[in-house]
């Protein structure tokens, strides 16, 4: 790991654009140029300066010399958390997931109460023919906000005459969020267990409600053969082959916002963007900061689980700003912590904000 991270630093050539699109720098103590000079002359870094990436992955993208900043902001995490330089919260978030593998510590066999008000059952995935598996994952399994959007996306895929399964309690956390805190000891642990379920259950296709657990399943599980999509992304092609068809009307200005692992770290813009235009008399309007540029709502990077020290305007408040300016009644997102970070600023200036699966179940 120590090799790994000398060998990026030292390819730096503080250039200042990972700086430049980093959605911390400039009204907080992070600086990923500065603190990557600093790994290159080996100097003190201050051990709460790490703790602000939210792991937007925009220095990366456009990193000319593939340093990867994000990941060495991991891989410093790392050491950190090996030495115990970690603040409680993330501490106790750690302790959670390893025990009831989820960061809030819910009971695991509570993982599949968000199906309760379903008037229809859905089947454990090792029932199904198709071996298609709705990952649902921690936020939305747990918290009474997010809990709509597994059982809306369920309508949705079932109103798509689409053959789908859980894993219920067998379910653990995906551990993106784990990875990028930098327990990568847990990380495997979770990772190893949700491998084995998927292969004794036969699993072939994995459709998941989180950008977040959509990217660690793809690009961080290894080679698995299995599919793996975004709903938003099965949703879009049921509508344009005709699979589901929005009869409502829905009446509003809506402004969609990019999440930063569906949209930049992904490439997942048209999708999302062609279920709200397929909605009767929706005004779709977009963010001057949108697609690649997206702002970051700062949910990621383990932000999710605690507050930062500095006190500053945070990016959900500038978001808001942003929406009212464009004069939108509502916010669509399709990444439950970018619901979770925008909703009370949103609430204060009288805006809505609404996952894109919440709308679409509206006008079924």
């Known amino acids: 790991m ?17 700086t430049g699109s980093c959605p911390e720098s400039g009204k907080t103590p992070f600086n990923v140029r500065m603190l990557v000079r600093k790994k290159q002359f080996r100097s003190v870094i201050d051990e709460a300066v790490p703790w602000y990436c939210t792991s937007c992955g925009a220095c990366t993208i456009r990193c000319p010399r593939d340093v990867k900043p994000s990941e060495v ?32 510590g819910k009971s695991r066999n509570k993982r ?14 090792s029932e199904t023919e198709s071996k298609r598996l709705l990952f649902v994952c921690c936020i939305q399994a747990y918290d009474p906000r997010c809990m709509v959007i597994p059982a809306n996306v369920a309508k949705i895929l079932k109103a798509g005459g689409m053959e789908f399964g859980i894993l219920g309690e067998e379910e653990a956390c995906c551990g993106n969020e784990i990875r990028r805190i930098g327990e990568s000891g847990l990380f495997e ?85 062609a279920i709200l235009t397929s909605v009767k008399d929706l005004e779709l309007l977009e963010f001057s900061r949108s697609r690649e540029v997206s702002l970051c709502c700062e949910g990621g990077g383990g932000r999710m689980f605690f ?21 939108a009644e509502v916010i669509a997102t399709a990444c439950p912590f970018c619901v979770m970070t925008l909703e009370d600023p949103a609430t204060e200036k009288g805006l809505v904000v609404r996952e894109i699966s919440e709308i679409l179940t509206e006008v079924l």
């Open 2 to 18: 120590l090799e790994q991270l000398a060998t990026r630093v030292t390819t730096c050539i503080q250039c200042g654009r990972c």
């Open 73 to 104: 902001i991991i891989e410093l995490r790392s050491k950190m958390v090996e030495d115990g330089d970690i603040p409680v919260a993330l501490q106790k978030a750690l302790e959670n997931t390893f025990v009831q593998k989820n960061p809030w």
């Open 112 to 125: 599949a109460a968000w199906m309760e008000k379903l008037d229809f059952e859905i089947p454990h995935v």
């Open 189 to 273: 642990e979770l990772q190893e267990e949700n491998l084995a379920a998927f292969k004794e259950h036969g699993v072939k296709e994995i459709v998941t409600l989180s950008p977040h657990c959509m990217n660690v399943l793809k690009k961080e599980y290894g080679d698995t053969g299995i599919k793996i999509s975004h709903y938003t992304e099965i949703v879009a092609e049921m509508i344009a082959n005709g699979a589901i068809t929005p009869r409502g009307s829905y009446g509003k200005k809506v402004i969609y916002h990019d999440p930063c692992f569906l949209g930049k770290q992904n490439g997942i813009f048209d999708e999302p963007r």
């Open 307 to 327: 507050e930062v020290e500095a006190t500053y305007q945070r990016n959900a408040e500038v978001r808001i700003l942003d929406a009212a300016e464009k004069e």
